[in-house]
């Protein structure tokens, strides 16, 4: 079965500095998608960025970029220049391509923009 | 905007009540989920659909059922409300996979308590 983790319950990062959440996932599949999701207190939950396991190139979506690393099972997220909106929490999730399409969430990162 | 919508935002029942949770669609899509979240556990799937009156169990279907009459709505059930149902549900649907802008839409979540 699929596992996504997250092992960073919580992080913190001064406005308009750079931060990173981590990702790792175990999958036996070769062919698969991954998301990072944005909840902030709205409870919306909004896609920010989205990696297709097949491409080489890492996703990039203006601030939100990025570091995938498919032989490690890794998928982490940079946000550049944070800003006071990006504070949410964050979620990891995969789902593979063929098949039934259920998403596999991590547990999250509450991620706080310090003025 | 492609939308999905819960009839409630916040719900509060009594043990035993049944207790029926609705979710609609915009989008015509095929695919529709029932999720549920809870602190340090992420998201968890509970089931989901891909066509009318199509459904599956998902990692914790236990003491819920769904129904898909129409494409879309999609409506979750809780045959006798307990305490440890107490939580957040979230809907979400999604088109099949491979479009340029293929990710899940999810509703806004409701918070039901059970008393």
């Known amino acids: 079965a699929q596992t996504v983790t997250q092992s960073q319950p919580e992080m913190s990062v001064q406005e308009a500095e750079t931060v990173t959440l981590s990702c790792t996932y175990d999958?036996?599949?070769?062919?698969?998608?991954l998301f990072w999701y944005k909840q902030p207190p709205s409870r919306q939950m909004i896609l920010v960025i989205r990696?297709?396991?097949?491409?080489?190139q890492n996703a990039t979506e203006n601030r939100f970029s990025v570091n995938f690393q498919k032989a490690a099972k890794s998928f982490s997220l940079k946000i550049s220049d944070s800003q006071l909106g990006d504070a949410a929490m964050y979620f990891c999730?995969?789902?593979?391509?063929?098949?039934?399409?259920?998403?596999?969430f991590g547990t999250g990162t509450r991620l706080t923009i310090i003025p | 905007d492609v939308k999905v919508t819960q009839s409630s935002r916040y719900l509060v029942k009594r043990t035993g009540e049944k207790v029926f949770l609705e979710c609609v669609q915009d989008?015509?899509?095929?695919?529709m989920f029932w999720y549920r979240q809870d602190p340090g556990l992420g998201l968890r799937l509970i089931y989901f659909?891909?066509?009318?009156?199509?459904?599956e169990k998902g990692d914790i279907p236990e003491g819920y059922s769904v129904s898909r009459e129409k494409k879309e709505r999609f409506s979750l059930i809780l045959e006798s409300a307990s305490t440890n149902q107490t939580s957040m549900y979230l809907c979400?649907?999604?088109?099949?996979?491979?479009?340029?802008?293929?990710?899940?839409?999810f509703g806004s979540g409701t918070r039901l308590t059970v008393v």
């Open positions: 979400a649907s999604t088109p099949p996979p491979g479009g340029l802008n293929y990710g899940y839409t």
């Open positions: 999958t036996s599949e070769s062919d698969y998608y």
């Open positions: 990696q297709e396991a097949y491409k080489q």
């Open positions: 999730a995969y789902r593979r391509t063929f098949g039934n399409e259920k998403l596999t």
């Open positions: 989008m015509d899509h095929e695919n």
């Open positions: 659909s891909y066509d009318v009156k199509m459904k």
